[in-house]
Each structure stands twice: as C-alpha cells, then as structure tokens.
C-alpha cells in the first residue's frame, strides 16, 4: 500500500515515519524545498524524540521518500493525507488557504480514485470544501473521476508524539462511504491490532471531536489556573488542593497541574477557532471565552511576581531564564509563554539570560540578539539577580541549588512550573514563589 501525505510539519512527519515503520510505503510532501532537500540528505526539521532514527530507517528501507510535487505521488497512492498548517486568520478562524490550496492540487494531478484524508484541524464544514475544491478542478478537466473525502484528526503530543501514533488512545475517523471505511480501516489495521480502539463516525462530528478535545483540555488548565490563583489570595496551597481533588477519579489527575498558561500551537488557535465557529453560528460559548481570557492573563503572573519583587523597577535587573519551549521535550515556541514573558522584562528593562535544551535556535527567530542564549543551564545564573523558570524540563527538576546561590546576585526563584518544593527552597535559604501557593518574600 502506498499514500501520500501533503505537509511535512510535526503532524506530516510523524504520520509519514509511523505509517512506514509499519510496512507502508510513504511519500511526504511539502512546498518548503529546503524543508525536503534537508529531509532528503537526512537533516529532520524539528526536535521530536525518536523521530530522527524512525525516518532513517525507514528511508533506508525505501518505504519513506520526500518531494515537493504532490503531481509525482499522487497517481501511485490511493490515499492522500492532508497535514498542513491551520494558522489562525486574523478573526480567529482556522484559516484554510493551505488545507484548499492541497485539496485543489488534488483535483488538478488525480487520474483515478483517491480517498482525501484530513488529518489538519480544521474547522467543522471544511470536507465541504474541500470535496467542493477537489471536484471544481476535476470539472476544469471536464473529468469524471470518483473520489472520497474523509475526516481523521490527529491527537499526538508533541514531545510523546511518536508513541502516541503507535499506541494512540484512540483514532477518530469521520467518512461517508464505505470505500473509505474500508480503506482507513485497512491502513490502520496495524495500530488497532493490539487494541488501540478506531472510532468511526460522520465527518462533521470527527471535525467537532477534535476540537472539543483541545477545547476540554484547555479547559481543565484554566480552571486549576484560576482555582491557583485565588489559592494564593486565601492562603490555599493548590498543590494540595491538586492532589485533593484529582484523587476523584470522576476528576482525575491529569491536565490539572498549574502554570504560566497553554500555549503551543493547538490550544490557543484551536479555542479561537471553536468560539469563532460558534459565533459564526450564533452561539456563544461563554465557558471557552472565559478559558481564553483567564490563559491570556496567567500568560503575565510570573511576570508580575517578578517585577513587584524587584519594586516595579526592573531597569539594570538581570534575569536567568530556564526554558523558552512551550513545553518539555520540543522545540516548539509557538505561543510558548515564554515569549510574551521575556517580551515584558525587556520592556521593563531588563536583561535576560535564557537557556532551553533543544529551543535556542528557535528563540533566535523571535528574539534576535536581544537576550542572551546560555550554552548550559548554570551559565544563565552567573550575575542574574533572580531565576525564572517557564518550562518543567527535566534537567531543571533537582539542580544543584548550592552551586546555583554561588552564581546568582540573589537568591531568589521565580517558578512558572511549581517544580520545586517550597519548604525545601526556603531551608536552603532562598526566597522562592510559584503559582498559587502563598509565599512570604
Ligand atoms: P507545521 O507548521 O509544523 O507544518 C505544516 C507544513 O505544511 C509546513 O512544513 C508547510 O511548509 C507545509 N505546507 C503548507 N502548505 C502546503 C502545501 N500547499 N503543500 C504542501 N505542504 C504545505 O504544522 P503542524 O504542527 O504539523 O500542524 C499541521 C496541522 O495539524 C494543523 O492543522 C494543526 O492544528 C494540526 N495538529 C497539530 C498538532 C501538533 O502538535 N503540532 C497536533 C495535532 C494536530
């Protein structure tokens, strides 16, 4: 069996590795020509566990290839795959200009039945488009060619995304024919096997699945964010009140760790999305509005603790910053919290001293030379008046906090994470505050 998938992004890369690690013989494409030269001479584009070892051996055994021409593929693959990027536009809405330019570029090259798959989030309505795009340019031929569309949204993590694709909790498949049923069920044979269950249902639900997904997760952040943040008002520890609540296993303890707010690439695009689907068809989702507003400000609570720290005054101040990723295991900085954090201390006239295990390359296209890239994480501390630390990597979960006193100007820790125990930190003589714990400075 042969497919092809359109977008060679974090989705379009996983997919491709993955469908061929299980015997499928796999062509990924993209526009970006240096994205595939460097795919082709063995340089991967993103930082994702075990995704380099999986292309190479799989391009070794000639089940997985790279091309910027979709016409190329198409005509050996039954199926084709559409993973391009869904950026917001500028109300909020998914915008689909990639999704159609491929759907179009389907309908321009096929010369016998395909079935389209859209693994992009995309808003409900879009196989609509995408079928009515497909066919307009089959018109344009003046052909007659039968074809298939069919919704299978994508769950991966980034930073687990390999092992979510193998062992995925579920895949979720929308189609309208059997054909496609058929087929989808065949190529998905060999991750449901072992009892990985495959949903079927109709397009327009498989669309809305997944981004209510996205839209619960995120809910669940706001909510402990705000829970932590009125903890800290009334003197609540809400790493207690965490373990409290989550040992009810109608509540459970996943997604209820606070923070500094979601980022990323999917929530925050994917909420907008949905309120904008919504009123779009007058309705208003007052709760997922709420979620967006309270992330929007939890996005500025370390920030805040840090400069009334420093008496609002942050002129001359250095800061130590230990992660810029969005979160651990990725070099992702899409909405990462970070951005708009160290965006506020260099406004505030500070200086930042940043470290990130895997993301500094991709810090530079948003910060230049205007903070400081650290080659190691205690090399960020030497002379910085604080620490703040805006990813859970790790490495960053037991340090040596006796080395770490020697190189800062003060003790003193700012955690976005709550990776650190407050008594701990307080015994060994630092002033520490995280989020949604009361603590004296
Ligand atoms: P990405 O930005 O990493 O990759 C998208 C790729 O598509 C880019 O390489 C781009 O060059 C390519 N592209 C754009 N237009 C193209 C075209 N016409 N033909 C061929 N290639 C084209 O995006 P991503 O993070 O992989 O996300 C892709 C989709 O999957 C989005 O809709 C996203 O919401 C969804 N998704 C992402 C994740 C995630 O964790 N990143 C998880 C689930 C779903």
Redesign the pocket.
Known sequence: MKITI???????LVTGACFSEVGIDVVC????KK?IDNLNNGIIPIYEPGLEKMITRNMEKNRLSFSTSLADSISDSEVVFI????PPDEDGSADLK?VL??ARECGRTMDDYKLIVT???VPVGTSIKVKNAVQEELNKRKLDIPFDVASNP?????GAAIDDFMKPDRIVVGTESERAEKLLNKLYKPFTLNGHPIIFMDIVSAEMTKYAANAMLATKISFINDIANLCEVVGADINNVRKGIGSDSRIGTKFIYPGIGYGG??FPKDVQALIRTASENKYELQVLKAVEAVNTSQKLVLFNKINSHFKGDLRGKTIAVWGLSFKPQTDDMREAPSLQIIKELLAAGATVNAYDPVAAEEAKHHFGDTINYCEEQYEALIGADCLAVLTEWSEFKIPNFKIMKHLLNEAVVFDGRNIYDKEEMHNLGYQYSCIGVKTVQ
């Open positions: 359109v977008g060679s992004g974090y989705v379009g494409v993209d526009v970006d994205k993973s391009v990027g869904t990639h330019a491929v693994k992009s989030t994508e769950f991966l993590k980034e690439s999917c």
